[in-house]
């Protein structure tokens, strides 16, 4: 029994550090009654952001160990256009592949032991977000583009980052 014990103390103790060198990643949203394309609906609105906000938290589990991120986003425009009342389920979103692509604005800091290293702004869009391939498990997915359009940033403007 006591080796159990010492086993479940060891395992605690481990967790409490791996979560002490991982990345935190902080995603506010800044005046979102401004944001050019939400839906209308408070709920449907509500879900996307919480998407959106748990992907760029999903995406912040590759930065390196002890590096943080805050990213404030102060524009959405998804792709496709909203008809509303369209559907007795509530609206309906059109993507017609034209000037109809997604967009978002943000700032982002990175920091790490308290200082921030890097820092900036970002309007990221994907004028050609349907002529790009897709996995067939993100077919399904509302917002696949505004993903995959925010990996690729990621990606390429913040894994790049290094503190010091």
């Known amino acids: 029994m006591k080796a159990l014990l010492g086993k479940a103390a060891l395992a605690a103790v481990l967790a409490l550090g ?10 506010n949203y800044v005046n979102m009654e ?7 609906g408070d709920w449907e609105r509500k879900d996307i952001l919480n998407k959106l906000a ?5 995406l912040g589990e590759d930065l390196p160990a ?3 991120m805050t990213v404030n986003i102060y524009n959405v425009d998804l792709a496709g256009r909203e008809y509303p009342g369209q ?11 034209k000037s109809d692509w997604p967009l978002i604005e943000l700032q982002y800091a990175l920091s790490a032991n308290g200082q921030v290293f890097d820092s900036g702004t970002a309007q990221i869009s994907d004028v050609n ?3 790009r391939m897709m996995k067939r ?4 997915d509302n917002l696949r583009y505004e993903k995959r359009m925010l990996q690729n940033w990621f990606k390429k403007e913040i894994l790049t980052k290094k503190a010091g």
């Open 137 to 140: 498990s993100q077919e399904t």
């Open 129 to 131: 977000y349907m002529q």
């Open 87 to 97: 559907r007795a389920s509530g609206d309906m979103r059109v993507l017609e592949g």
């Open 54 to 58: 748990d992907y760029i938290k999903k």
């Open 66 to 68: 002890g590096t943080d």
């Open 34 to 40: 401004q944001f050019a394309d939400l839906p209308s």
């Open 18 to 27: 791996a979560g002490a060198a991982s990345a935190e990643v902080t995603v």
